[in-house]
């Protein structure tokens, strides 16, 4: 079945440390692959997106995510957590475009402490 | 420019009962999303409107079913209420093509007692 995976369900790190979110998948083709960010009690917002090419992407917020595809995985990372940085993140995936559905993993609820 | 809005917020229902919720897509979308997401879960895609038809389907019952308007809003219905189905249901908007992402509302919270 077509998938993604965060191993991790909950992860501390202290302010100022590197971070680093874990997303394997699972499909039959090179998927679109995505990292959303949720706060508590709202929607989802992207952080960045893979699609084709430069396999190191960046995006808002300072994050940055590399797609392996011999590891079959999606990490995404930041250089120096903020506490602002405190919430939920969802790797999610899809393979073609038009009427795909794009599939979430179970997320990774991170904590920022001073 | 608006992003997607969903209405209500919040919803307390009894079982059995019948809930609409309601989205409006993002400017220039036409294909719209909806997902369930369980307390502590990831969003689980429903289904998908484009062009009035729904296109795509996830492992929901019949008891879910929904609805696209000429000017590409979307409703969900979702008939028979169980305590199951409590949950934020997150509408999502895009358009059709292979690079494009999904641009999601607040979402309604959902409660069946």
Known sequence: AQSVTQPDIHITVSEGASLELRCNYSY????????????????????????????????????????????????????SVHWSDAAEYFCAGRVGGGYQKVTFGTGTKLQVIP | DAGVTQSPTHLIKTRGQQVTLRCSPKSGHDTVSWYQQALGQGPQFIFQYYEEEERQRGNFPDRFSGHQFPNYSSELNVNALLLGDSALYLCASSTTGAHEKLFFGSGTQLSVL
């Open chain 1, 28 to 79: 039959g083709a090179t998927p679109y692959l995505f990292w959303y960010v949720q706060s508590p009690g709202q929607g989802l917002q992207l952080l960045l997106k893979y699609f084709s090419g430069d396999t190191l992407v960046q995006g808002i917020k300072g994050f940055e995510a590399e797609f392996k595809r011999s590891q079959s995985s999606f990490n995404l990372r930041k250089p």
